[in-house]
């Protein structure tokens, strides 16, 4: 098959949406035999991208001065086969998240998108039945992955220092409220270095700076509670040996995570209908690394990660200092959870979902769709 991804622009792969939805599923399907480009949207597409692929996929939201819909409807009068990816869920973001504007002002787009679309794609079981129910579409679950071959085990420095951290996107604070209190905590008990990878791109020290005078003044009374989440946890956390790595690029993202060398990773996640429609991203790359992972009792985590801490301080306190202390449980449960993920999120398992996706029912016919086989 001859698969086309359109991205919302050409800087598309300064994202890492881009990274888990059009690159690493790119991998997975050339690793089978398929042949990918990735473009990004314009006014219109000329002839020879037009004709080239059997089935394109749209992905999320496009700026508002392009069409995707009319581009869609144009694919399909070529014959092609027409699918649309969602992996957030556009209809329950919450008011502090920064993509709050957007999953708004765009509405109509990506709803329009959906019922365009042959099919609709999603890594969510949670967003599968969802978009059944409400759009009666077919729904295929293709998982986020990991290329193995970008994500390298980390280096294991300084072993003396335990080194305990969370990495994630700046619409993460108030996930981190939950576990800033036991931190403090534990950190009175044990020593530790905190590692923070991500929230900002630039020193967190001035980002705080930032919030704090935008926050104080009344700058952007819409994003309030988004700058008081960042805040709080930031007090939380201000007596403990903390470090912080801004956020790379999403291709230099895996080799930063890689060298933050986190013995222990973090995934605190709000119980909320829009966090049960995400995915496990941070438990694959935690995993892909050599770092071991307790996360939230929520969805998508209780699916997946097979240690959990209910969100209550007691609970996050316990389970974390269980792998502070017991190294052996530590290491077998990281043996675990790295099996888990290495043969159900590398790119020989996510690939045959994404072919199966892609091709035509009754049309395109894909042979040998198991694990470790190539198309033939």
């Known amino acids: 098959m001859k698969v086309m991804f359109i991205m919302d622009s050409p800087q598309a792969y300064m994202s890492g949406i881009w990274l888990h939805r059009n690159e690493i599923p790119s991998e997975s399907l050339r690793k089978r035999g398929h042949a990918i480009k990735q473009v990004a949207i314009g006014h219109t597409f000329p002839d020879d991208l037009l004709n ?21 409807t144009e694919f399909k009068k070529k014959g092609k086969r027409v699918l649309y990816d969602m992996d957030d869920d556009f209809w329950s973001v919450a008011k502090d998240n920064p993509s709050v504007l957007v999953s708004n002002a765009l509405k109509d787009q990506y709803e329009g998108m959906i019922r365009e679309a042959d099919a609709v794609i999603t890594p969510s079981t949670v967003l599968a039945k969802k978009f059944k129910r409400y759009f009666k579409k077919p729904v295929f679950i293709c998982p986020n992955g990991i290329d193995e071959r970008i994500y390298q085990e980390r280096p294991h420095q300084n072993t003396d220092t335990l080194k305990i951290g ?14 800033g ?18 929230l900002t791109g630039e020193p967190l020290e001035a980002a705080i700076y930032t919030y704090n005078k935008i926050y104080r003044n009344n700058f952007q ?3 309030n509670a988004y700058f008081k989440s960042a805040l709080d946890f930031y007090e939380q956390i201000s007596s403990s040996r ?10 230099l993202h895996p080799k930063t995570l890689s060298m933050c060398d986190l013995d ?14 995400k995915s496990c991203i941070k438990f694959y790359e935690y995993a892909s690394v050599g770092t071991v992972t307790l996360a939230s009792d929520v969805l998508p985590y209780s699916d997946e990660v097979g240690y959990l801490a209910k969100n209550t301080k007691k609970d996050w306190y316990n389970k974390l200092e269980k792998l502070i202390i017991d190294h052996d449980f530590r290491n077998k449960l990281l043996t675990k959870q790295q099996k888990w993920v290495r043969e159900n999120r590398y790119l020989d398992a996510i690939g045959v979902p994404w072919e199966l996706a892609c091709q035509r029912p009754g049309g395109v016919k894909v042979l040998n769709q198991t694990r470790n086989e190539e198309k033939t």
């Open 52 to 72: 080239w692929p059997d089935t394109v996929i749209f992905g999320r939201t496009y700026p508002s001065q392009f069409d995707p819909i009319k581009t869609m």
């Open 166 to 179: 969370y990495m994630g996107a700046a619409s993460h604070w108030k996930d981190l409220q939950l576990i």
């Open 181 to 198: 209190e036991v931190i403090s905590e534990l950190y009175k008990k044990h020593d530790f270095l905190f590692t923070i990878y991500g």
């Open 221 to 223: 009374p819409e994003r």
């Open 242 to 251: 903390m470090w912080h790595v801004p956020f790379m690029p999403p291709e």
């Open 264 to 277: 222990i990773g973090l995934a605190p996640l709000e119980d909320t209908e829009f966090n049960r429609g």
